[in-house]
């Protein structure tokens, strides 16, 4: 079965300082990716999502990932993390070749130290 | 522009009881999802429909009905509610996934259900 994998349950960092979210997957095709943020109370935000083409997506919020295929892994960056970016961050993949039926990861909890 | 409005969002329900989750979207967007949040989990598809009139099964859809007899409204059924279902239910709409760069899903901000 498919799934998707997101190591760290937890990252702290500076602000101000540059960001790496870890996403991997299993599929034997090329997937369709996506990266969601989730504020406090809030519902999920589209960060980008990778379908074809460059391997490296640039999304909202200064975001941008970037697909190995060699490595089924889809991290996440952020050159300089401000405060406000402190959110649950959930990597998916669609199901198969399905655009719209997701498999999500268990999250990434980010904390932004002051 | 509302975009996808979630109804109620608080609610507790005693074990076996049912209710109704309320889900409506005011962009036409054809495909509507119901996913389910457990505490320290991602999401998980109960159900979508890509059109008024078309349902099927996500990941979880045991102990969950849903209908979509408009475009704009996706409600979800808990029949016989049991423990298990405590959870964050979230309904989203996409325009059309997989179509281009320039298409997401909005989500709704969710609806917290307690079963005890």
């Known amino acids: 079965a498919q799934s998707v994998t997101q190591p760290d349950i937890h990252i702290t960092v500076s602000e101000g300082a540059s960001l790496e979210l870890r996403c991997n997957y299993s599929y034997g095709a090329t997937p369709y990716l996506f990266w969601y943020v989730q504020s406090p109370g809030q519902g999920l935000q589209l960060l980008l999502k990778?379908?074809?083409?460059?391997?490296l997506v640039q999304g909202i919020k200064g975001f941008e990932a970037e697909f190995k295929r060699s490595q089924s892994s889809f991290n996440l960056r952020k050159p300089s993390v401000h405060w406000s970016d402190a959110a649950e961050y959930f990597c998916?993949?669609?199901?198969?070749?399905?655009?719209?039926?997701?498999?999500f990861g268990s999250g990434t909890r980010l904390l932004v130290r002051p | 522009n509302a975009g996808v409005t979630q109804t109620p969002k608080f609610r507790i329900l005693k074990i076996g009881q049912s209710m109704t989750l309320q889900c409506t979207q005011d962009?036409?967007?054809?495909?509507m999802y119901w996913y389910r949040q457990d505490p320290g989990m991602g999401l998980k598809l109960i159900y979508y429909?890509?059109?008024?009139?078309?349902?099927d099964k996500g990941e979880v859809p045991n102990g969950y009905n849903v209908s979509r007899s408009t475009t704009e409204d996706f409600p979800l059924r808990l029949e016989l509610a049991a423990p298990s279902q405590t959870s964050v239910y979230f309904c989203?709409?996409?325009?059309?996934?997989?179509?281009?760069?320039?298409?997401?899903?909005?989500f709704g901000q969710g609806t917290r259900l307690t079963v005890v």
């Open positions: 998916a993949v669609g199901e198969g070749d399905s655009s719209y039926k997701l498999i």
């Open positions: 962009m036409n967007h054809n495909y």
């Open positions: 990778y379908f074809s083409g460059d391997t």
């Open positions: 429909s890509v059109g008024a009139g078309i349902t």
């Open positions: 989203a709409s996409d325009s059309l996934p997989g179509q281009g760069l320039d298409t997401e899903a909005f």
